[in-house]
């Protein structure tokens, strides 16, 4: 069997470790210097006093929160414009029913003075046939009582009887019958009654029937003549 033949000369080293320095082939030193030098040149700069400030992010927020307390501010304002006009409204209708309410009670107190009135009014015939019949001694026992206990009533209704001897002649109140011209000085309107041919009545302010009196005073005066 024949071996192999040996080939003479000097012995290389392998491929993997032959050139694989950067001592051994210079142009790789300098593109991984250039690299380097690359990235330190690219990483930022070293920040300032300048840049430290709030992030964007939270500078959004406070925007956001100013325009949201404007909007409540603003709708704050016309919710107080809101009440206030509601409570003057309020204000304004209460009054009007306060008003109201006094006007009604005065009208129902009109009203129910007019009904007296005019009840009374009827029954002032019933008073004069009464007083007359007083006056001739027929108002007596059981009639008496029933006299007595009408008048007594009419009285709570607020029925006033007016007109005495010696009252000073009032024309509201008083209807002169008859007149005797006499001087009196002992009355200062010059003209006082004398007597009373029939009792006036009157409710509250309203005047039933004026009273018929005699009228004794001082002579009218005569009218002035015209000086032409």
């Known amino acids: 069997m024949s071996r192999p033949t040996r080939l003479r000369g000097t012995a290389r080293p392998p491929l993997a470790i032959v050139g694989s320095g950067a001592a051994d082939r210079p142009e790789l030193g300098r593109r991984g210097q250039q ?61 009007e029913y306060d008003n109201y309410r006094k006007r009604v009670h005065r009208d129902r107190l009109a009203v129910g003075e007019i009904a007296v009135v005019n009840v009374l009014g009827r029954l002032l015939p019933v008073l004069d046939a009464v007083e007359e019949a007083a006056g001739q001694g027929e108002v007596t026992d059981g009639f008496g ?22 009252d000073a002649f009032d024309p509201e109140i008083h209807e002169a019958v008859t007149f005797t011209a006499m001087s009196r000085p002992d009355s200062p309107s010059g003209a006082v009654c004398t007597a009373v041919l029939r009792q006036g009545y009157r409710v509250g ?15 009218p005066a005569a009218p002035a003549r015209p000086s032409w």
């Open 35 to 95: 690299a380097g030098s690359g990235n330190e040149a690219g990483s930022p700069p070293p920040r300032t006093d300048r840049d430290t400030g709030p992030p964007p992010s939270r500078v959004s927020e406070e925007a956001g929160t100013s325009a949201q307390e404007a909007v409540l501010r603003a709708e704050l304002r016309q919710r107080t414009v809101e009440l206030q006009e509601r409570t003057a409204d309020l204000q304004r209708l209460k009054a």
């Open 145 to 166: 009582r029933v006299a007595r206990a009408l008048v007594a009533e009419l009285t709570a209704l607020g029925l006033i009887s007016f007109g005495s001897v010696g």
């Open 205 to 219: 302010e309203h005047l039933l029937r004026p009273a018929q009196v005699s009228v004794t005073g001082d002579p």
